[in-house]
């Protein structure tokens, strides 16, 4: 796959924090609009990182990221952040920690940057919150408030909420790794569901039953690397690297 033809490329993508810590070390990567890729690694080796990189929230000191056929970020330029806020708005994101605003209602939550960004009338964000709801199934809490909200339905309003932007691009990191396990599901299964809809999504987490569900292509990064990538069945039951053998021994040991 070229870096033209792909969905989003990163190439000698380098990013430290201060000096020393290097945390994405001359990545390429390279995703399609119908990829779901499902990134692992130990603690520390920069999958957060990465996604903020995308996101906008932190820059890069050296390379080059590509998004739908754009140069999306450039370290030389603009400080190694997004050039294009067009084409910021196209990514939406959904954290481990519950990101609602606390003094606003569900529905206040969701209409706020719609209002903002694309400008539409309260009615319009209204109405079009109402679709999102009720397609992840919590119309009924429309006007509650977060405190209101099992940690579940949080997760659930977070990505309704990314949604209503209509991005091209959704990332999840470790978004059910703080929920009791009666609530992953829940949010797991809304995740299925946008995969089923053919969104493009990159999906840190750590629950390797769920990434073998739901990735088409698995990423194992290490020490900002990206050590070993494949479909799957083939990276789970056939890893190449040593390291991630190592590493799924310990995950599903535990898992
Ligand atoms: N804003 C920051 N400033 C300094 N160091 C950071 C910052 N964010 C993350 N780090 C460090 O960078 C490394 C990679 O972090 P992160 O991308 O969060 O990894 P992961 O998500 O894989 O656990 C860690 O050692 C972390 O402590
Ligand atoms: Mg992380």
């Known amino acids: 796959m070229t870096g ?3 969905f989003i490329s990163l190439r000698g993508v380098y990013k430290t924090y201060g000096n020393q810590l290097v945390v994405m070390d001359k990545m390429d990567l390279d995703m399609r ?3 779901r890729l499902v990134i692992i690694g130990p603690s520390g080796s920069g999958k957060s990182s ?3 990189v995308l996101m906008g929230l932190e820059s890069i000191q050296g390379g080059t990221i590509c998004f739908q056929g754009q140069t999306y970020i450039r370290a030389a330029e603009h400080k190694g952040k997004p050039l294009d806020a067009h084409l910021q708005q196209q990514i939406g994101m959904v954290f481990q920690h519950y990101t609602l605003f606390p003094h606003l209602s569900v529905l206040g939550n969701m209409i706020l940057a719609p209002c903002k960004v694309h400008g539409l009338s309260k009615q319009q964000a209204t109405e079009k919150a ?3 709801l ?3 199934g919590m119309e009924e809490k429309i006007n509650s408030y977060p405190s209101q909200l099992s940690g579940g339905q949080k997760q659930r309003v977070a990505i309704a909420r990314a949604l209503m932007l209509e991005p091209r691009l959704m990332l999840f990191d470790e978004v059910t790794s703080a929920l009791d396990p009666e609530m992953v599901i829940e949010v797991q299964n809304v995740m299925l569901q946008l995969a089923e809809q053919h969104m493009a999504m990159i999906i840190v987490t750590h629950d390797m039953h769920f990434a073998k569900h739901i990735a088409t292509r698995v990423v194992f990064c290490a020490d900002g690397k990206i050590i070993e990538q494949g479909p ?3 990276l789970f039951k056939q890893p190449k690297e040593t390291r991630t053998r190592e590493f799924l021994e310990k995950v599903i040991h535990f898992n």
């Open 134 to 136: 009720a397609r992840l």
């Open 4 to 6: 033209e033809q792909s």
């Open 50 to 52: 990465l996604l903020r």
């Open 33 to 35: 609009a119908d990829d």
């Open 130 to 132: 109402r679709h999102f």
């Open 232 to 234: 799957p069945e083939q």
